[in-house]
C-alpha cells in the first residue's frame, strides 16, 4: 500500500458525459501528479500540482481540468468523454515538487466510457 | 522529435537466468530517467533515478546504469515474484522553461520457475 488513495475505483458512464476522479496524496506529500494509462497509448503524464498550485503539465485535453485544494487532495475532472478517454487513471505523489522526485502511485480509476 | 523505446516487449527468462532489458531514447536535455516496475492492474512503484551518463543504481537483484542514449536494466538471477511490466521514463526540457515527461511502452517480463 503506497499511502495514496484513489475513489472510485470503477467508474462507467456514457460519451458526452462528465465525471470527476478524486486522490488523496500520503500524508506529508505537497505534489500530486495525474497520469492515463490506456492500452494503445501506455502511460502518460497529465498534469502536475504542487502546494495548490499547478507546477506542470503535459498531454492533457482542453476538455480535462485538475484542481488541487486547500487540504492537498486532487481532483481531475473530465468532460464531454469520449470512447477514447476510456483507461485507468492513476494519481501519484511526492515530498517535493521536482518530478525527479520518487513519486507513490495510487491504484488507479478505471473509466469505461460507453 | 522526443521518443522512449523499450525493447524487448515481452521476455520470458528461466528462475536464475540473468538478462538486461533496454530504454533507449531520443531527447534533448535529459533531466533525468526513470525505472518503474507495475504488476497487473496495479499503480506503478518507483525503482530508480539515473541523472547522468555513468551513474548506476542498485536494489536487491536489479540494477540499473545509464548512458547518453540509453540505459539498462539488469535483473542477476531473477526469481518468479520479479515478474512484472518494466516501464522507463524521461524527464526533458520542454519549450518555455516547461519539461516533459515520456514513457516507455514497457518490457513485460516473466520469470519461470
Known amino acids: 500500500d503506497s499511502g495514496v488513495t484513489q475513489t472510485p475505483k470503477h467508474l462507467i458512464t456514457a460519451t458526452g458525459q462528465r465525471v470527476t476522479l478524486r486522490c488523496s496524496p500520503r500524508?506529508?506529500?505537497?505534489?500530486v501528479y495525474w497520469y492515463q494509462q490506456s492500452l494503445d497509448q501506455g502511460l502518460q503524464f497529465l498534469i502536475q500540482?504542487?502546494?495548490?498550485?499547478?507546477?506542470a503539465k503535459g498531454n492533457i485535453l482542453e476538455r480535462f481540468s485538475a484542481q488541487q485544494f486547500p487540504d492537498l487532495h486532487s481532483e481531475l475532472n473530465l468532460s464531454s468523454l469520449e470512447l477514447g478517454d476510456s483507461a485507468l487513471y492513476f494519481c501519484?505523489?511526492?515530498?517535493?515538487?521536482?518530478?525527479?522526485?520518487?513519486?507513490?502511485f495510487g491504484p488507479g480509476t478505471r473509466l469505461t466510457v460507453l | 522529435e522526443d521518443q522512449v523505446t523499450q525493447s524487448p516487449e515481452a521476455l520470458r527468462l528461466q528462475e536464475g537466468e540473468s538478462s538486461s532489458l533496454n530504454c533507449s531514447y531520443t531527447?534533448?536535455?535529459?533531466?533525468?530517467l526513470f525505472w518503474y516496475r507495475q504488476d497487473p492492474g496495479k499503480g506503478p512503484e518507483f525503482l530508480f533515478t539515473?541523472?547522468?551518463a555513468g551513474e548506476e543504481k542498485e536494489k536487491e537483484r536489479l540494477k540499473a546504469t545509464l548512458t547518453k542514449k540509453e540505459s539498462f536494466l539488469h535483473i542477476t538471477a531473477p526469481k518468479p515474484e520479479d515478474s512484472a511490466t518494466y516501464l522507463c521514463?524521461?524527464?526533458?526540457?520542454?519549450?518555455?522553461?516547461?519539461?516533459?515527461?515520456?514513457f516507455g511502452t514497457g518490457t513485460r517480463l516473466k520469470v519461470l520457475a
Open positions: 539515473l541523472y547522468s
Open positions: 521514463a524521461v524527464q526533458a526540457l520542454g519549450t518555455s522553461g516547461t519539461y516533459k515527461y515520456i
Open positions: 531527447v534533448s536535455g535529459l533531466r533525468g
Open positions: 500540482y504542487y502546494n495548490g498550485e499547478e507546477r
Open positions: 500524508s506529508g506529500d505537497l505534489s
Open positions: 501519484a505523489s511526492s515530498v517535493g515538487g521536482d518530478i525527479t522526485n520518487e513519486q507513490f
